[in-house]
Structures are given as C-alpha cells and as structure tokens.
C-alpha cells in the first residue's frame, strides 16, 4: 500500500504557537498560577489533556461576555488567549481586576481584527465571511463593536443590509474555505461594486485545500485526520469527500476500520491545523506497516 502525506498535515503555524506557550507558561515557576485558557486551546482531545496534565484548566466560553466577568471573580493567575482571537472587552476586564494575559492569538487573525476596526472606525460597513458562531468569526465581530454584518452562505448575500452611499469593507474567517470565499465576494462585488475586499484566508489553509483535493483525486481512499469540533478538519474532509466518496474522518488511529482498507493501493492523509503530528504519525506508520 503506498501512503501519501501532506506536506501541510497537522498543526499550522498559530495553533504550535499557541500550544508551545502555553507549555512554555506552565512549567515557568514565575508565571501566575493557576493558568487558564478562555475556551478550547486547540479542538483535540490528546492535546487538551496533556495541557491538563501540566495544570492548565479551561473556562468555558460561548461568546458571553457577561459569563466570562463572573468567572474571572475566581481564583486566575494567568488567562491564556487562543489562536482564534477575542474581542477587546476580555482585555479591558481583565486589565480592571488584575490578571496576568498571555495572548497566543494568531498573527493571521490579528491582522483580520486590525483591519475590521480600521475599516469600522472609517465609517465602513464591514461584512464578515464565516461561520457566526466561529470563536474567531466573533472575535472579528467584536473589534467592529457587534456592527459586523456575518455571511455564512452565498446566498446570505442578498440579505445584506447597506444603507445608501455606505462603503463597505469584506474580510473573512482565516480558516475558511478560499472556493467559497471567492464565490461570496464575486458574489458581493457584482451588488457592490465598490467594496473593498480584504484578503485574510491564511496562506497555509489554501495551500491544505488546495493539497487535499488534489490527496483525493489521486488516492484510492483519503484520511483526514482531525476534530469534529475542528472546523478547518471539516472543511478538508468536505472538499476530499466532494472529489473521492472513499474519504472518511478519524481523530485517531483507533477510529480505523479495517474493511476500509479492503482493495485499497494507495491512501492519501491530511490533518487539519489542530491535528498534532504525533497522532497524524501513529496513522501513517500503521498504515506503512500493512505494506
């Protein structure tokens, strides 16, 4: 059985950041304990636990900003924010009552958040390509101060609410899909032709799709290896499983069913950008091994 693996496979360039500070913070004697993080570090189990294991806990977080406020009354040292992004309000919050922030928001995202405030404090109406209830599609939505209008669909394009004479500035969540992006902004420039459309799809995501498609178009069966919770793993499973029925979704090796493997030559892997080499590895050198 031959075994291709993306070059691209596993985590990206933010969320290794993310994880090697956040290990970096827990064994530093003088970083304020205890540690952590608003919301999920990475969406991957093996890697949640094994911050666990180092003493670093999870607060919650769907969004609510008022939930946050009385959570942080509690015991915290140190609040960790994730690759996704926040809004500027935790900040500020924080700020008032004295914890220590470590921001492990990716350069990617930040670059998204500086412009939707630029563009809003320029009077622009700013429209968000992604998923509302993204954390990171929230966090854009915020530095906008809520005023963000969100398309998850190109059909949300036509309910697109622009007073007359209003610019309009497009950014997009940073994990997004680059095809469908470009069919919404097509999309919008052909209502509003004098939108400004703000490119901020992450260069390594588009480069995984592009991979994976192409994974799926010359492999018997694709693996993308990833979580449920993960939206760019979902993505990559969606584009592969558009081009090659026989592409199925695993988080680890275990997930594996051997009469998946039944007449198959060769198998494409990927992993999405929360996806740790560890576990992508474990799944090539077993499927290595049935050579």
């Known amino acids: 059985m031959k075994v291709t693996l993306s070059k691209y496979a596993g985590f990206c360039d933010g969320v290794n950041r993310a994880y090697e500070k ?12 205890p540690i952590f993080v608003l919301g999920s570090l990475v969406h991957n189990n093996d890697v949640i636990k094994k911050i666990e294991k180092l003493g670093v ?5 769907n969004g609510s900003i008022s939930e946050v406020v009385d959570k942080l009354n509690g015991e915290i040292g140190t609040l960790v924010i994730t690759a996704h ?13 004295g914890i220590n922030v470590v921001d492990t928001t990716c350069p990617k995202v930040i670059k998204a958040q500086r412009l939707a405030k630029i563009f809003f404090g320029r009077g622009y109406q700013l429209v968000i390509v992604g998923e509302e209830k993204h954390k990171e599609v929230q ?19 036509e309910n697109l609410d622009i007073k007359d004479n209003q610019k309009i500035a497009v950014v997009s969540q940073t994990t997004q899909n680059k ?25 390594t995501t588009k480069n995984r799709q592009e991979e994976v498609a192409q994974l799926a178009r010359e ?10 919770e ?47 080499q560890w576990v992508i590895k474990d799944v090539v050198k077993y499927l290595e091994r049935l050579n």
Do not use: M
Not at 57 to 61: G, Q, S
Not at 139 to 157: M, N, T
Not at 219 to 228: C, H, K, Q, R
């Open 85 to 97: 992004g926040i809004g500027p309000k935790i900040f500020e919050i924080a700020k008032e009552k």
């Open 22 to 33: 956040v290990r970096e913070i827990a064994l530093d004697p003088r970083v304020k304990k």
């Open 179 to 203: 095809d469908f992006v470009d069919r919404v902004t097509e999309k919008i420039i052909a209502r509003y032709p004098e939108a400004e459309i703000l490119d901020t799809v992450c260069l």
């Open 230 to 276: 993960s939206s760019n793993s979902n993505r990559l499973w969606e584009i592969a499983k558009n081009i090659n029925n026989n592409t199925h979704f695993i988080e680890r090796l275990a997930d594996i069913k051997e009469e998946w493997l039944e007449n198959i030559e060769c198998v494409g892997i990927t992993g999405g950008a929360s996806s740790p």
């Open 219 to 228: 492999n018997d069966l694709v693996f993308v290896v990833g979580s449920a």
């Open 139 to 157: 966090g854009i939505y915020r530095w906008a101060d809520k005023k963000a209008q969100i398309i998850s669909s190109v059909e949300d394009v």
């Open 57 to 61: 806990k999870k607060i919650d977080f």
